[in-house]
């Protein structure tokens, strides 16, 4: 029996894949407490991808430390709210897309991927916030954990303590 060329190399399944491409996205990260990359996908196209970083022309964290507010590093737009806004910078439209996110979206971003119009979230690892359990489910959203697939990611350096 002649083996079919899958049977060889098994290929990744379309969320692995996804998953996989957010994770080398997260390696590009420069807030050292939480590396998290993401790409919004539709129709199995990448339409745009985004990692946690500071604001286009601002010092990375990684070189001049946190902007640390009630335990949470401020100075960074976080990865899928940098997604979105890749998209509208670019004028593409992400309307009925889905959201590949190496970590479970905060609050925040939960907010912003809904009026965006993503109708299915993918997530990593779970991160906090189980709010969006219950509002995906209410208002329609495919909340899925997949797991991380693809690259390992760099270690994270010691939690520093907040003053
Ligand atoms: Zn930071
Ligand atoms: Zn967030």
Redesign the pocket.
Known sequence: MRLMPEEIRPRAAWDEYFMSIAQVVATRSTCPRKYVGSVIVRDRTILSTGYNGSIRGMPHCSDVGHMMEEGHCVATI????NAIIQAAKNGVLIDGGSCYVTAS??W???KQLANAGITRICFGEFYRDNRIFEIAAKIGIELVHTGLPGVSLPALPPTPTPE
């Open positions: 976080h990865a899928e709210a979206p905060c925040n971003c939960f």
